[in-house]
């Protein structure tokens, strides 16, 4: 019992660092929210209200978060379209994804990329297409490749 409280105590240290190491972005347009490290100044919005872009104080990372409606005729018609631009512009080295989400990662203009796209339903019902993107410089690899899965996989769409 004792071991119990005390490894659910550590969880609960360990749980509450992760979320005091990351900031949450909400867009309201299209219902659109992601995690970012901490360490990050936002850009100005666009004037379309798409998303928002941020930049690392620290280092060479951008991270981008968007929405867009759904206008393509599947979301495996949007990967592909998706990927043959990353590919005319650079290369895949990565691509994985399920029913109603997919990432695509590798390298474009000498930096590395993730893309995280999921979709999903905002609150007004409308089918939307959530983007969570980075870029960095491959020497800062050990700073993002660690918080890659944990911060990407926390773009949602709809929060009602």
């Not at 979320?19 to 850009?43: C, I, K, M, Q, W």
Request: net charge neutral; proline share 5%; with cysteine.
């Amino acid at each position: 019992m004792r071991q119990t409280c005390l490894l659910a105590g550590v969880a609960a240290l360990f749980a509450g660092m992760a979320a005091a190491d990351s900031l949450t972005y909400h867009n309201d347009r299209f219902d659109v929210h992601g995690r970012l490290p901490v360490a990050v100044t936002a850009e100005p919005p666009p004037a379309n209200g798409d998303g928002r872009n941020f930049r690392s104080t620290r280092n060479s990372g951008r991270i981008s978060i968007y929405g867009a409606y759904n206008h393509m005729s599947s979301l495996a018609d949007y990967r592909a379209d998706l990927a043959a631009t990353f590919r005319r512009e650079g290369e895949v080295t990565y691509e994985t994804g399920g029913a109603d989400w997919f990432v695509l990662s590798g390298r474009e203009a000498g930096r590395i990329f993730y893309l995280r796209v999921v979709l999903g339903t905002s609150c007004s019902g409308d089918p939307v297409l959530g983007h969570w993107r980075i870029d960095y410089a491959p020497g800062d690899r050990p700073v993002y490749d660690p918080m890659l899965g944990e911060l990407s996989k926390s773009l949602r769409v709809g929060s009602c």
